[in-house]
Antibody, heavy 121, light 107 residues
Framework: EVQFLESGGGLVQPGGSLRLSCAASGFTFSSYVMNWVRQAPGKGLEWVSTLTGSGTSTYYADSVKGRFTISRDNSMNTLYLQMNSLRAEDTAVYYC??????????????WGQGMLVTVSS | DIQLTQSPSSLSASVGDRVTITCRASQGISSYLGWYQQKPGKAPKLLIYAASTLQSGVPSRFSGSGSGTEFTLTISSLQPEDFATYYCQQVNSYPITFGQGTRLEIK
């Protein structure tokens, strides 16, 4: 059974940093492109970032480019999102999500439970 | 960036009704479109991918159609558990984008 254990969310001041983690199990983690998607309170879904299985290729939304870094540790089956220079508009529930197929189109078939990140002074 | 516009933004319907939600893309995306269902406080659930392929385990009352710039999600006979918010998603090109959502409420 595919499962994700997300951690690292919480309250941070504007300009601060936070690192989110997503520990995966139940599938061959290193074979799959992995992703972060976020949802501001009461708003819709926003894709944040994608990382290939090998970790060599990354993709970012313009809203986070240069501030967020996606990475993974395939030996630990864990996906990360390092978030720097946080802004109030980064306040959201952050989900890690797995692709339907290892390296196919970016459809998300399994999602973590979500972590709330609140950026406020 | 490819913009997705869903209509309607909200919809009231009754159990047993047939419901259609439309998603229009700002440029052609072939069949690179997915549909998700989200219930309050829960992660989204993939219903349809590649515009018309039903994800494993999803009831057959859900169906998707379309290609290019216009797509539809149809629920043939609404069940109580279908009242939720629905999002379309394009995977044709980065950045991956979602529609603004359609909230389906009980009449």
């Amino acid at each position: 059974e595919v499962q994700f254990l997300e951690s690292g969310g919480g309250l941070v001041q504007p300009g601060g940093s936070l690192r989110l983690s997503c520990a995966a199990s139940g599938f061959t983690f290193s074979s799959y492109v992995m992703n972060w998607v976020r949802q501001a309170p009461g708003k819709g879904l926003e894709w944040v970032s994608t990382l290939t299985g090998s970790g060599t290729s990354t993709y970012y939304a313009d809203s986070v480019k240069g501030r967020f870094t996606i990475s993974r540790d395939n030996s630990m089956n864990t996906l990360y999102l390092q978030m720097n220079s946080l802004r109030a508009e980064d306040t959201a529930v952050y989900y890690c999500a797995k692709l339907l197929y290892p390296s196919g189109n970016i459809y998300f078939d399994y999602w973590g439970q979500g972590m709330l990140v609140t950026v406020s002074s | 960036d490819i913009q997705l516009t869903q209509s309607p933004s909200s919809l009231s319907a009754s159990v047993g009704d047939r419901v259609t939600i439309t998603c229009r893309a700002s440029q052609g995306i072939s069949s690179y479109l997915g549909w998700y269902q989200q219930k309050p406080g829960k992660a989204p659930k993939l219903l349809i991918y590649a515009a018309s392929t039903l994800q494993s385990g999803v009831p057959s009352r859900f169906s998707g159609s379309g290609s290019g710039t216009e797509f539809t999600l149809t629920i043939s006979s609404l069940q109580p558990e279908d009242f939720a918010t629905y999002y379309c998603q394009q995977v044709n090109s980065y950045p991956i984008t979602f529609g603004q959502g359609t909230r389906l409420e009980i009449k």
